[in-house]
């Protein structure tokens, strides 16, 4: 890179006050069906799809949807919004425990929001799934907090959404971050209970060949109703505990620890640019317990580790995504013993008081590795194995007009007991999945998914996902 590529702007947000932009109005349909041999749709068939494919073995969705999107970013102001309504018919899953999961006929909204950005600032509202912008999202296997495996709470957020170079840095040294308040609700265990969620990243290198980013995730479910506890805390009060991460409310466990259910991740990411080409190595950690920066504190031994290239300059492979996964130190063997806290045992996703845990409509809102509750046979809505080592290999492309992506993993399950070493189950989970748009079917875009688990998880299983949509454009201005 010579010194004419260097941006010398003091402040290069890319906004021009001047910049006028088109607005589009679209229209979109489709309709799918799922037909698997297992009790269950195998796991790339259902996983990380924003809960929009059931579990059950059969089953077909039709949805239709209008969509704005943003268009002018280089303008003071953008918006954009969406609204997506889904119907769904689904066998029953025999001996299934949960409501979900019987219900021959259900429809729900995958999007029903409203975005504003001002200057370089963003106002959302609505159904939206959360961002996690740090990995190639189509191909990597879920972050630990948001991975898109659940459907999306309707929330409302304000911050920053995108990067944005900090002033007086020359474009050098950018940041993004915000504020959410979601609404858990599915009312499984809690009744009313909400979500907070803030963000916070920094992004080193601006238009040079190699940058370094961190990244900060903090989340908690709080407030409500509980069938034993009562009220929880829902008021201002709690509000601020939970924000703060600060103990509180009229709980002695909340008090001694901190009010509401506590996760967060951070992760650290180096990636390289250059001709077209662009390859980044991270690591995103997780914890339950008290902050400690990323390489340090009590469980620096689980996180993921991932390696993701992408590139533009052919079209055969465009991205590939390895991923490794290790959950199983979750801070050490021990909470307390002998008299002592050792602060471990951690079992992820899980808490005493919330109990449906880290999850959304029996579905884990974060990595779907660690099992989510709608596999549990014995009726309870907790996770129950959230100790696992996962190998995953995502590769994506096009050829000839056929846009391609293939997944493998390799899980090997070790429940919750983290006393115990022993391997509970094993699973390799691949998929397959093709879409070519033809032109001379009214544009219509076909597309075929093909799953398979083989191990001792859920036993053999294969299934395939047929889809025919359409996008067009309504208006203009």
């Known amino acids: ?41 195998p796991f790339w068939l259902q996983s990380n ?7 059950s073995p059969f089953s077909g969705n039709l949805y239709a949807g209008l969509y704005k999107e943003a268009q002018s970013p280089t303008r003071w102001y953008d918006y954009d919004f969406a609204v997506q309504l889904t119907g769904r018919l689904q066998s029953r899953i025999p001996g299934s425990h949960f409501s979900t999961q019987q219900h021959i ?37 879920g972050s630990m ?20 170079p900090f002033p007086g840095c020359y474009g050098y040294f950018e940041i993004k971050g915000g504020l959410t308040h979601a609404w858990v609700a599915d009312n499984i265990y809690i009744q009313h209970e ?31 109703i509980s069938p034993i506890y009562g009220d929880v805390g829902s008021d201002w009060n709690s509000f601020v505990n939970v924000l703060l991460a600060r103990g509180g409310g009229v709980m002695r466990n909340d008090q001694q620890n901190a009010q509401g259910n506590h996760v967060g ?14 390859i980044s190595a991270y690591w995103q950690n997780f914890f339950e317990d008290n902050f400690a920066f990323i390489g340090d504190g009590q469980n620096v031994r689980d996180g993921l580790w991932g390696i993701s290239m992408k590139q533009n300059r052919w079209p055969f492979i465009q991205g590939v995504t390895y991923e490794f996964l290790n959950t199983t130190d979750q801070s050490g063997l021990w909470h307390d013993r002998d008299g002592l806290c050792y602060a471990g ?14 999850n959304y409509f029996y579905r884990t809102m974060g990595n779907p590795f660690l099992t989510s509750p709608l596999y549990n046979e014995d009726g309870t809505i907790y996770t129950l194995n959230s100790r696992v080592r996962v190998h995953h290999l995502g590769v994506r492309g096009d050829i000839y007009g056929f846009r391609y992506l293939a997944k493998v993993s390799y899980a090997r399950n070790y429940g919750n007991d983290n006393t ?6 094993h699973n390799t989970a691949l998929l397959l999945e093709v879409h070519k748009q033809v032109e001379q079917a009214w544009g219509l875009d076909f597309g075929f998914r093909l799953a398979a688990d083989f191990g001792t998880q859920w036993g053999n299983q294969i299934g395939a996902q047929l889809t025919i949509s359409k996008r067009g454009l309504i208006c203009k201005w």
């Open 194 to 224: 909400w979500l907070h969620h803030k963000w916070a990243a920094v992004r080193f290198g601006g238009k040079l060949p190699v940058n370094i980013s961190y990244e900060f995730h903090h989340a908690a479910q709080w407030g409500g």
């Open 105 to 141: 006929g259900t429809g729900y909204f995958i999007l029903a929001y409203a975005h504003v950005r001002l200057f370089v600032f963003d106002v959302t509202v609505g159904i939206k799934p959360m961002m996690y912008e740090m990995q190639d999202s189509l191909l990597s296997m």
């Open 345 to 358: 045992n951690d079992s992820y996703y899980r808490n005493s008081v919330f109990q449906n845990g880290w």
């Open 145 to 164: 907090i948001f991975s898109g495996n659940s459907q999306p709470l309707p929330r409302v957020s304000i911050g920053i959404d995108h990067y944005v």
């Open 265 to 278: 991740s951070q992760q650290l990411m180096l990636t390289g640019k250059w001709a077209g080409w662009e």
């Open 1 to 41: 890179m010579n010194a004419r590529e260097l941006s010398w702007n003091w402040w290069p947000t890319g906004i021009d006050a001047t910049a006028k932009g088109a607005d589009t109005l679209s229209y979109g349909f489709g309709v799918s069906a799922v037909a698997s041999s297992g009790k269950y749709a």
């Open 420 to 425: 115990s070493r022993a391997e509970l189950s």
């Open 49 to 55: 799809q924003n809960g929009d494919v059931s579990s």
